[in-house]
């Protein structure tokens, strides 16, 4: 497919708007400006039409595929929220209104919608206050970390560590590392955090330990109330990836359970579909004696029952994002959680889980699955028997020449040619049957024909590309002159 650049003509041209009376060169400094035209595109109207459409049916989203991207929660979330998040009202909200003196009467409606998720949030996860500032899960872990070493510090605390569990997110360690402390890895037994492992390790220099509940795996932590025993003993704090939460939505409340600090995924679980960077939203709730050192500002309601935003916190950490993290993506949680309600949050939990064991049954023939029991919203297979030189990248390469996405593949790393699956609540029963046939079709093409999926994708405008350097050497920018 051609570039805009590349399909250029001069002299060719679309519909000119009526020519201003004033250009921007008029009001720039001579240095500024350009000593000659950008070297932009020429093109008809019909041609930049078709350019775009043409590349709008290229992207591949939950909107028209499936999509069991698993640790992801690529679901497909309602449209009204959309609808919400675009109302004038808030989408034309400037963010320094609040700020402003006497303004934040001009910005009650967002400042109350903030206020209001974040009671929600409080009441889903168990969790005394929220901040709604970090805006993607890890952002949100981050200011966890940050958070629990603000704790330690505010007591005079020599604490230095935070173990993480081999089935953790990837970006635990990195977010623990990055805030000061030394990352202590423990291995899982039987897929779950063994109590033994961390007996082992823990000391009165653990600042913490990061889970997620349920686990990478899909499996949920049956020793949780040991754990929770063993890091509170060395008043250590607990932290939550809720990565995963739309597997125990209305099941159970992390703060209940011994969490000292939770991050949510509010663009996974809360209504809006996420990839390629954004946007997201990684609010991030504590327990009472975590409250003092949340990020400011902080949404507040004063004795006339008006909203304000609140600075004066002393032990807070401070900012962590420009304005109040990413509004449009919080409205639409809001809207999506008082749309569904209790009943329909449970809902939401209980299909996911069954959409997954109801996949993990009907492929264990075919595929092996080293921790084959009742999973959560997700399970994790093996490819490396599938056939002789036949690995999880051919199976996920061959599953795009039928129209889905890949899941997700090689993580977590404690399973070998590791395939992730979450078919989550919001696809249908034909939809699964449909995608396990095509799996199994896939599958047993790699025993007879192995050459056809090795060689996948057949279909997509690129083949197989060198997966590090289309990451890491894209050429997406044109030299405009």
């Not at 952002?139 to 935070?162: F, Q, R, S, V, W």
């Not at 081999?166 to 897929?191: C, L």
């Not at 809001?334 to 749309?339: E, S």
């Not at 994790?380 to 599953?399: P, T």
């Amino acid at each position: 497919m051609k570039t805009v650049f590349e399909q250029s003509s001069p002299g060719r041209e679309g519909v000119w708007p009526e020519k201003p009376s004033s250009e921007a060169s008029d009001f720039l400094p001579e240095h500024l400006l350009r000593s000659k035209p950008a070297d932009l595109p020429s093109l008809g109207e019909l041609d930049v039409v078709r350019h775009f459409t043409l590349l709008s049916k290229r992207n591949f989203g939950v909107d028209g595929n499936f999509y069991p991207l698993g640790s992801c929660t690529m679901k497909y979330n309602p449209k009204f929220t959309e609808q919400v998040a675009a109302l004038p009202g808030f989408a034309r909200l400037h963010p320094v209104v609040p700020q402003l003196p006497w303004a934040s009467e001009m910005t009650q409606g967002a400042l109350a919608v903030m206020y209001e998720t974040e009671r929600l949030l409080s009441e889903i996860t168990g969790m005394a206050e929220y901040t709604l500032h970090p805006m993607a899960g890890a952002h949100g872990e981050l200011t966890g970390a940050l958070i629990m070493a603000a704790y330690h510090a505010d007591k005079g605390n020599k604490k230095t560590k935070i173990i993480c569990p081999d089935s953790a997110h990837g970006t635990n360690p990195a977010s623990a590392s990055i805030a000061g402390f030394e990352v202590i890895s423990i291995e899982s037994k039987n897929g779950i955090v063994d109590p033994e492992a961390l007996k082992a390790v823990i000391d009165d220099d653990v600042a913490g330990l990061m889970m997620t509940c349920p686990n990478t795996l899909g499996l949920y932590e049956k020793h949780l109330p040991e754990i929770v025993k063993m890091v509170h003993d060395v008043d250590a704090l607990l932290y939550y990836d809720g990565a995963n939460l739309n597997a125990i939505l209305g099941k159970l409340r992390v703060g209940d359970a011994g969490f000292d600090v939770v991050h949510l995924n509010l663009h996974k679980t809360f209504a809006t579909p996420h990839g390629g960077g954004g946007p997201g939203s990684g609010p991030v709730g504590v327990c009472e004696k975590l409250r003092p050192y949340l990020p400011v500002s902080r949404v507040v309601v004063d004795v006339y029952g008006r909203y304000q935003l609140k600075y004066d916190y002393p032990k807070s950490i401070g900012y962590v994002a420009p304005f109040y993290g990413n509004f449009g993506v919080v409205l639409k949680a809001y809207a999506y959680i008082l749309r569904l309600g209790k009943e329909g949050l449970i809902r939401v939990s209980e299909n996911a889980v069954l959409a997954a064991n109801y996949m993990r049954k009907q492929l264990e023939d075919v595929l092996e699955i080293p921790y084959n029991r009742v999973c959560m919203h997700e399970f994790v297979a093996s490819a490396h028997d599938v056939a002789e030189h036949i690995r999880a990248l051919d199976l996920a390469k061959a599953l795009l020449d039928k129209g889905y996405h890949a899941p997700t593949i090689y993580f977590p790393l404690i399973v070998k040619e590791a395939m992730m699956f979450e078919p989550t609540e919001t696809e249908n029963k034909e939809t699964l049957d449909e995608f396990i046939a095509d799996l199994k079709a896939i599958i047993e093409t790699a025993k007879t024909d192995p050459e056809s999926i090795t060689h996948a994708p057949h279909t997509m405008p690129v083949k197989r590309l060198d997966e590090t350097k289309a990451a890491r050497a894209m050429e997406i920018t044109h030299d405009l002159g």
